[in-house]
């Protein structure tokens, strides 16, 4: 369905290729999951399959790619709209109308399908995407799996049997991402829909697979997972698990992983998780945990006209730790944060860093209060990451180069001349979190730093955390990469409707959730192990 | 259908708010205004939607009111000869020369201030009825198909605005995050500089998907076999569908006009309209190009017919009035031919086209009816029936043809379907 025959692809004023010789084939009716390192040339792979790239973003390809028999090089991208349908990380900045029903019609009205054909396809695709009670809902207020979900459909509805989606899972909690993945599943196995999915959280879609296409410095190849996976860098935490366990084949679900694990559930049985450090290189700890150092908050409440976001929420963030702030999209979580800077909007409670108790005043919390929004980039609007590190310093009275220095610490090697847009994400985060430690407050919060980051990306920025809170910081992240929270948190908030329903140590929180158990847990329950280094330094100590 | 909840047709209500319009731009006859403005809200009140945009009609109203106060109060404290006279207010008078204001407010100056600020303010109550009856986004995908692209461009730059407030917002409270400084210096940079970065990566991932939805195709090639129910398998009539809307016949059989225009009953096109819209399977590229230039030429003419209509119509010693009055018909017409020709070009289809039916008709009748009325009062109807003297300080007159006139609009109000409420499955 899908040819890559001989591609490489260059774009301009670049240094080398971004694709070089790319042989691909993807058969019909296939399920194939893209995975590298985020600027590994994943989007490229991607884009080149409608003729995106060339055609829209520029750049010299050679070598011919072939979907469905039709060659990029005659046909743009709008003339393969009846084949092979894109959807994208963000869906509301791709939609064009402004309703559900709409939406999905777009489509077919470019093609000129017959307003007959289109009623019966718009009402089938609702059906197959279980949207049909929003047909008439504005998309702004779908939530993300919802909207995500139109999207698919608005593509399909236009008969494409090829759907690109680039990481469409990556700003979804838990259960949205399932009900997405779910719906994708659907359409494979039912209607023999080819799917290309890229997707950084292998272990959300590593099980459901046929191929896996792994693209590294330009370079594709692709395998059945087990292959892969077998000898790639990126794997999800219960393919890890199976690697130092020496399981073979490789385990790919819970399900598999389980059924094997009998036998390391024994030889860990005896030993308390808690002793041993979860990731491989802990962090020295300058200071030891204190609650009454760090920022504790009584009774916040948020509300925006007549609906309550937070309703009466304590939270405490003791100095030298990090804390995992989960729940679903919608429960709350950004709005605690927000209130906590004293710039979000806020009803009522009080809270403080330290012995200080803060007010309203956003400067008076400012000093003591940092955040990294979830657009990180919002916060950057200088032309140069050396003049956002000399204005970071010179806002918050510090000596020239503390800034660059923090930065060097957390991303080192991003050139100074650099735009700060032109960064990966990974780096912008860091550039951003550089900026805000440079006032050198005692409570940092982040808000999803790790949407869009790539495996290696967010152990860094684990690690990174861990540093800080081992130097003293209160640290609170909200997120909803469960695997992220199992290594780098030590305290885990759980939020629902408003209300904090959970907290407590990570072991104790997330062990035992059905929904935000990670893969190890789940693995190795009942015990509570959380992350694969964990298991390691265990199975270490026991020889 | 009345029993069926559904909305109206939006350019049905933009006629009818049209005609009553044209009528208020008739007559400055108090009881008159007053009754069409009643009129207005008695429809707007039983027949709009609670989408946002219908929720505007108050902000019409209030900018009515001030219209009206803002004429009585130039005309009370300007134009101050009356022989009524009210009050004295002091003079004051540029020196040198009988440049005055203020002095003596007279009767006769406040009246006419009521009367010709009401004559404005019912014109805008008028339009501000038509924007709280009709969906602007319908209006718009209503548009002829020789502009649908037009159009969709119109309704994303609509769209537009509420994402950038929203990102000015979102931007503005991460500055405070940062550096928290309220003012100035680096406000702009600050602030607009995310934004327009965001703006533009918004644009670009639009524009992005768009193409990759199909948007601006022209060739139809590209349909996959096996999938045979698109384009080829459209009713030849398809490039109609606008003023299959017009005419009001939901099966799209084309009346006895456009078949002639078109062709034998069996939508077989004759000679000259084959060559303009190529054969039925597939445009040729020759045949489109010429098709294209018929179309060109056709609006190029009408718009110039148009400019010298309107020109002679409002200048009435430029040209014989019954030339300019045909000129902007005639004008209006090559200019329907024109769209109509460029329409069939079109590949785009419609999903569910607004329908016109006979409510669609009667509403856009008994708007245009009133204006019908007043036209005819004001030529035939007796002296100072639609514009009542000032001077005498008398009761404006009225007639039983103006009340029965004006009423007439309040028919839609009972006899349309009432709009669907949204939390109802639409339609």
Known sequence: ?543 | MNNRQRALHPGAWWLWAIGLAAAASRTTNPLALTLIAAVCCLVVASRRSDAPWALAFRMYLGVAVFVVLLRLGYHALLAGNGLTILFELPELCWPGSDLCVLGPVSAEAVLSGIYSGMQLGVMIVCVGAANALANPKRLLSATPGAVYELGSVIVIACAVFPQLAESVQRVSKARQLRSGRTHSRHLLREVFLPVFADALDRSLNLAAAMDGRGYGRRNTSCIPRGDTRTSSEIPEHHPTKFFDTLRGTPEHHPTKFFDTLRGTPEHHPTKFFDTLRGTPERVRDDDAESSAKVSSVLIVVAVLALCVGSYSILDSSAMPGGLGLGLLVGGLLVAGLGFWLAGLRNPHTRYRPDPWRGPESLTAICGIAVAVVFVALDRYGPDGLLHPPVGGLSWPQFSIYLLAGVLVAALPAFCTPAPPSSQEEER
Request: with cysteine; glycine share 10%; charged share 20%.
């Open chain 1, 1 to 543: 369905m899908i040819d890559f025959d001989d591609v490489s692809i260059a774009y301009q004023g670049a240094d080398g290729p971004t694709l070089s010789h790319v042989n691909l084939h993807i058969d019909e009716g296939d399920f194939a999951l893209v995975c590298g390192r985020t600027g590994s040339g994943k989007s490229t792979l991607l884009g080149a399959v409608n003729g995106h790239v060339p055609h829209f973003t520029g750049g010299r390809l050679s070598g011919r790619v072939r979907v469905a028999s039709f060659d990029t090089r005659e046909h743009p991208p709008r003339d393969l709209a009846a084949v092979v349908g894109v959807v994208r990380q963000n869906p509301l900045a791709g939609f064009v109308t402004d309703t559900v029903e709409e939406e999905v019609a777009f489509g077919m009205e470019q093609l000129g399908v017959a307003p007959a054909v289109m009623r019966t396809r718009v009402e089938e695709t609702l059906d197959l995407l279980s949207i049909a009670e929003l047909r008439s809902r504005a998309l702004r207020s779908l939530s993300g799996g919802q909207q995500q979900r139109v999207a698919i459909a608005s593509v399909l509805a236009a008969g494409a049997r090829v759907l690109v989606l680039d990481e469409p899972t990556s700003a979804l909690d838990p259960t949205s991402a399932e009900e997405v993945l779910a719906a994708m599943l659907r359409l494979v196995h039912d209607l023999g829909v080819t799917l290309l999915l890229a997707e950084h959280r292998l272990e959300r879609v590593v099980e459901y697979a046929d191929r896996m296409v792994v693209v590294d410095g330009g370079q594709v190849s692709s395998g059945t997972p087990a292959e892969m996976l077998a000898t790639s860098p990126l794997a999800p935490p219960v393919v890890e698990l199976g690697k130092l366990a020496g399981w073979s084949p490789l385990p790919q679900s819970i399900r598999d992983a389980r059924r094997r694990a009998g036998d390391l559930r024994q030889r860990l049985a005896g030993l308390d998780p808690l002793a041993f450090p979860r990731e491989a290189a802990p962090a020295q700890r300058e200071v030891a945990a204190n609650p009454a150092l760090g920022l504790q908050a009584r009774d916040i409440e948020v509300a925006y006209g007549r609906v309550r976001a937070v309703r009466r929420a304590d939270l405490d963030l003791p100095a030298g730790e990090v804390t995992a702030l989960l729940g679903r999209n919608g429960s709350g979580k950004s709005s605690l944060l927000w209130a906590l800077t004293g710039v979000g909007a806020r009803e009522g409670g009080t809270w403080c860093v330290g012995k200080v108790q803060l007010d309203r005043e956003p400067s008076q919390a400012r000093k003591l209060v940092r955040m990294v929004p979830q657009t990180a980039s919002d916060l950057l609007y200088l032309n140069t990451v050396a003049a956002e590190c000399a204005a970071a310093d010179s806002e918050n009275g510090r000596e020239p180069g503390c800034c660059r220095a923090i930065l060097d610490l957390l991303a080192p090697g991003i050139p100074a001349d650099r735009h700060p847009r032109d960064l990966s994400e990974g780096q912008q985060l860091a550039l951003v979190l550089a900026v805000q430690l440079a006032a050198k407050a005692p409570a940092l919060l982040l808000d999803e730093p790790t949407r869009g980051l790539d495996y290696p990306a967010k152990a860094a920025l684990g690690k990174a955390l861990r540093e800080l809170a081992a130097q003293g910081l209160a640290i609170c992240v909200a997120t909803h990469d469960v695997e992220f929270a199992a290594t780098a948190a030590d305290r885990a908030v759980v939020m629902a409707v408003g209300e904090i329903i959970a907290a407590g140590p990570v072991s104790a929180v997330l062990a035992t959730s059905a929904v935000f158990a990670p893969q190890v847990a789940k693995t190795l329950s009942p015990a509570p192990w959380l992350s694969v280094g964990q298991v390691a330094s265990a199975l270490g100590s026991g020889k």
